[in-house]
């Protein structure tokens, strides 16, 4: 056990923690309210049942982030292509980006990237630090008006000197393909409405326990962190699917006796490898959708990427688990991509 906390452990004052600067999505139009609206046959839609638990194998199955968000941009692609020829429509994303944060820069390069792939247009905006709110909000309502664009994505964050309610509200809802309006969020947790779009990791980290075969229905479900970007919304998702959710957060008392009871952990809290083997149900299933460098002089960077959940020891006690990179991560950009394709089909009344 030594060894693998030395492994897991990381000193606060040498770590810099990256909780989810990106928000990242389940989209839902009005002539169809269900979540995952882009349907491919079984055997392409499913990588594979978790039917392993920790008691019969050795170390948990590896959920696999990378193979399904490739699967999703191909489902993609087909439905682009077919709207394409049908109809005429290509959809379009509107990229806003303010600053020159490093880490922001290559999340747009990598939706950029990822838009192209799937036949998506992709526009982007780069401003500097200093500009005005005024001119975020005027470029916001060119997108809003101009109908060549399905989805607009403000990247965050912003400059400390931007309110960043006002910026996200002015974006119209029938474009928010990053879920983060009053609005779709309101309709999330309300039971009997449809928001028109889920943010992008939720949606993400829901879609992976699908994939999977994880049965949510009725399961103790413990959601770690509760950001308007990741936490609240996956734990709204989970009780959509009927699982008994709780909430860790800063001021819970006893969290590991409360994750202890989890079937099914997603930890989005931004600290690395906080939660331990001994935390852990056997046989649980860990969406870990946390990304934090911590120092490795063996790294040719000096650092590597872990997550929230301390991998060497969790990997022995769960039945699956995602790995840090690989897992969520790639699913989040394949959710924007969805969400925008949806946010077109529902805007030209495509099916």
Same mark, same amino acid.
């Given at each position: 056990?030594?060894?693998?906390?030395?492994?897991?452990y990381?000193?606060?004052?040498?770590?810099?923690?990256?909780?989810?600067?990106?928000?990242?999505?389940?989209n839902?139009?009005?002539?169809?309210?269900?979540?995952?609206?882009?349907?491919?046959?079984p055997?392409?839609?499913?990588?594979?049942?978790?039917a392993?638990?920790?008691?019969?194998?050795?170390?948990?199955?590896?959920?696999?982030?990378?193979?399904?968000?490739?699967?999703?941009?191909?489902?993609?692609?087909?439905?682009v292509?077919? %709207?394409?020829?049908?109809?005429?429509?290509?959809p379009?994303?509107a990229v806003?980006?303010?600053?020159?944060?490093?880490?922001?820069?290559?999340?747009?390069?990598?939706?950029?990237?990822?838009?192209?792939t799937?036949g998506?247009?992709?526009?982007?905006?780069?401003?500097?630090?200093?500009?005005?709110?005024?001119?975020v909000?005027?470029?916001?309502?060119?997108?809003?008006?101009?109908?060549?664009?399905?989805?607009?994505?403000?990247?965050l964050?912003l400059?400390?000197? %931007?309110?960043?309610?006002?910026?996200?509200?002015?974006?119209?809802?029938?474009?928010?393909?990053?879920g983060?309006?009053?609005?779709?969020?309101g309709?999330?947790? %309300?039971?009997?409405?449809?928001?028109?779009?889920?943010?992008?990791?939720?949606?993400?980290?829901?879609?992976?326990?699908?994939?999977?075969?994880?049965?949510?229905?009725g399961?103790?479900?413990?959601v770690?962190?509760?950001?308007n970007?990741?936490? %609240?919304?996956?734990a709204?998702?989970?009780?959509?699917?009927?699982?008994?959710?709780?909430?860790?957060?800063?001021?819970?008392?006893?969290?590991?006796?409360i994750?202890?009871?989890?079937?099914?952990i997603?930890?989005?809290?931004?600290?690395?490898?906080?939660?331990?083997?001994?935390w852990?149900?056997?046989?649980?299933v860990?969406?870990?959708?946390g990304?934090?460098?911590?120092?490795?002089?063996?790294s040719?960077?000096?650092?590597?990427?872990?997550?929230?959940?301390?991998?060497?020891?969790?990997?022995k006690?769960?039945?699956?688990?995602?790995?840090?990179?690989g897992?969520?991560?790639p699913?989040?950009?394949?959710?924007?991509?969805?969400n925008?394709?949806?946010?077109?089909?529902?805007?030209?009344?495509?099916?």
């Amino acid at each position: 056990m030594a060894s693998s906390l030395t492994h897991c452990y990381s000193s606060p004052s040498s770590t810099t923690t990256l909780l989810l600067r990106r928000r990242h999505p389940i989209n839902v139009g009005p002539t169809s309210l269900r979540f995952f609206t882009i349907h491919s046959s079984p055997s392409s839609s499913r990588v594979l049942s978790i039917a392993a638990s920790a008691t019969e194998a050795s170390s948990a199955k590896v959920i696999d982030g990378k193979t399904v968000a490739k699967q999703i941009r191909d489902e993609i692609a087909v439905e682009v292509s077919r %709207m394409r020829e049908a109809a005429g429509v290509i959809p379009g994303l509107a990229v806003i980006l303010v600053g020159d944060r490093k880490d922001s820069a290559t999340y747009v390069r990598n939706k950029k990237k990822a838009c192209e792939t799937v036949g998506i247009n992709s526009l982007e905006v780069n401003l500097p630090e200093d500009s005005t709110e005024e001119e975020v909000l005027n470029h916001i309502a060119g997108y809003n008006d101009d109908p060549s664009v399905h989805g607009i994505l403000v990247q965050l964050p912003l400059p400390s000197h %931007m309110n960043e309610q006002n910026v996200l509200n002015a974006v119209r809802i029938e474009k928010d393909v990053d879920g983060f309006h009053p609005l779709n969020i309101g309709r999330l947790a %309300m039971r009997g409405r449809e928001p028109l779009f889920v943010p992008c990791t939720p949606k993400g980290c829901i879609e992976l326990l699908h994939r999977y075969g994880v049965s949510i229905k009725g399961k103790r479900a413990v959601v770690i962190g509760r950001s308007n970007i990741v936490g %609240m919304p996956a734990a709204l998702l989970l009780q959509r699917e009927d699982a008994t959710v709780s909430i860790v957060h800063s001021r819970t008392t006893n969290p590991e006796e409360i994750i202890r009871q989890a079937d099914i952990i997603i930890a989005a809290v931004g600290q690395p490898n906080m939660v331990k083997g001994s935390w852990i149900k056997p046989g649980a299933v860990i969406i870990d959708v946390g990304i934090n460098p911590v120092d490795d002089p063996s790294s040719s960077r000096g650092y590597k990427l872990v997550g929230d959940v301390c991998y060497e020891e969790a990997v022995k006690v769960a039945s699956a688990i995602t790995p840090v990179p690989g897992g969520v991560g790639p699913m989040t950009i394949a959710m924007l991509l969805q969400n925008t394709l949806i946010s077109a089909k529902r805007i030209h009344s495509f099916e």
